[in-house]
């Protein structure tokens, strides 16, 4: 299973509701969930698993980021639907809940994430999903191989590279570096649109959707000043003491 998300491709901020600006903004495919896509792909041209169900929660226009992954390879997909306006309140806890809901339902022996949303940033569904499924997990993968029933993860940590060992059924986040997502061909993009798309909502599945968390306020970062340039090394030290970072 294959969890993908629509992203924002906003880079203004409304002050007036706390969070990004999304009117009259493209909506596309979250990029870390196209590797998780591509990888449950060449998983499959190896014979690894035998069909990858793509999963996605929002509004009726998330359909459009199913039908992508549907193009690149994925068999079918679910549409866990939400009132269009409250998907800005989807927290990832949430979400976990219900990709947990659906992972009950589908049974699959792999989930892979993208490891976060290029909007929100959160890098919180795959761990959450792990934790509430007590899977093991394998988080900002950038190599994933199968040997002896366990999958062998390198993942990308801040000093390096971490090699680790999952048994499966495991819940995995993939990070860009894993692969190069493959480009929907237009004969895959018609086929898709005859592949089957199940569709509920989260209270089909008992999953109470509510907010934990209100954010009181979203600013955007203040203007950096610019620097001084001194013409020795004397003038800079005396300049460092006058701020007093020495």
């Not at 596309?28 to 690894?48: C, G, H, T």
């Not at 990709?99 to 022996?109: I, R, T």
Request: hydrophobic share 40%; with cysteine.
């Amino acid at each position: 299973a294959v969890v993908s998300t629509q992203c924002t491709e906003s880079s203004g901020i409304n002050a007036e509701y706390g969070g990004v600006v999304t009117d009259g903004v493209k909506h596309s495919m979250n990029p870390f969930d196209e590797n998780a896509i591509e990888e449950a792909v060449r998983m499959k041209q190896k014979k690894l698993v035998k069909e990858i169900v793509v999963a996605s929660c929002g509004p009726t226009q998330s359909q459009e980021t199913i039908r992508t992954a549907l193009a690149m390879g994925a068999d079918r997909g679910i549409h866990v639907e939400v009132p269009k306006g409250t998907e800005e309140s989807l927290q990832p806890l949430a979400v976990a809940k219900i990709f947990a809901k659906l992972v009950e339902k589908e049974k699959p022996d792999v989930v892979i994430l993208g490891k976060q949303a290029i909007d929100d940033d959160s890098n919180q569904t795959t761990q959450l999903l792990a934790g509430i499924l007590n899977w093991p997990q394998g988080t900002m993968a950038s190599v994933v191989e199968h040997s002896d029933g366990k999958l062998k993860i390198t993942r990308e940590v801040d000093g390096g590279l971490e090699d680790i060992s999952v048994n499966l059924p495991a819940v995995i986040s993939a990070d860009l570096r894993l692969n190069e997502p493959r480009y929907a061909t237009l004969p895959n993009i018609m086929k898709a649109k005859k592949k089957k798309i199940e569709k509920m909502s989260p209270e089909d599945l008992g999953v109470d959707v509510s907010p934990r968390i209100k954010v009181l306020k979203v600013v955007d970062p203040p203007v950096r000043e610019a620097g001084d340039k001194v013409p020795d090394v004397a003038t800079l030290m005396s300049k460092l003491k006058e701020k007093g970072h020495i």
